[in-house]
């Protein structure tokens, strides 16, 4: 059995980056059912507003910079939930992405 904390160890990491750096997250299997509820609200403080929405192989990717604002008109955040009906792969959703510049001056 794994005893490693990963929610813990990813709380610390965002607890301890410095204001100004970027937070890239992306979800890979599971994030539903291993990112335990703190962790998940540490990410919706950061902006996050599909981390709850998570469910059981969803795709999700999720952009921030920690303690300062991200221009509206940057894509922040994407998900795609698994549907027997539309996922490319069996069982697993598409791959998602978002894409945008970052202004340097917002560093």
């Known amino acids: 059995i794994d005893s490693t904390d990963h929610s813990k160890q990813m709380m610390d990491f965002i607890r301890n980056a410095p204001k100004g750096t970027l937070l890239l997250m992306a979800t890979q299997d599971d994030g539903s059912t291993r990112l335990k509820n703190d962790a998940k609200k540490l990410v ?60 340097r001056n917002l560093m």
């Open 44 to 103: 919706e403080e950061l902006g996050s507003k599909e981390i709850k929405n998570i469910q059981f192989r969803s795709s999700w990717v999720f952009i921030a910079a920690k303690g300062l604002e991200l221009p509206n008109n940057i894509q922040r955040e994407k998900i795609n939930h698994s549907d027997q009906k539309k996922d490319r792969y069996k069982g697993w959703p598409a791959e998602i992405q978002i894409e945008g510049c970052i202004p």
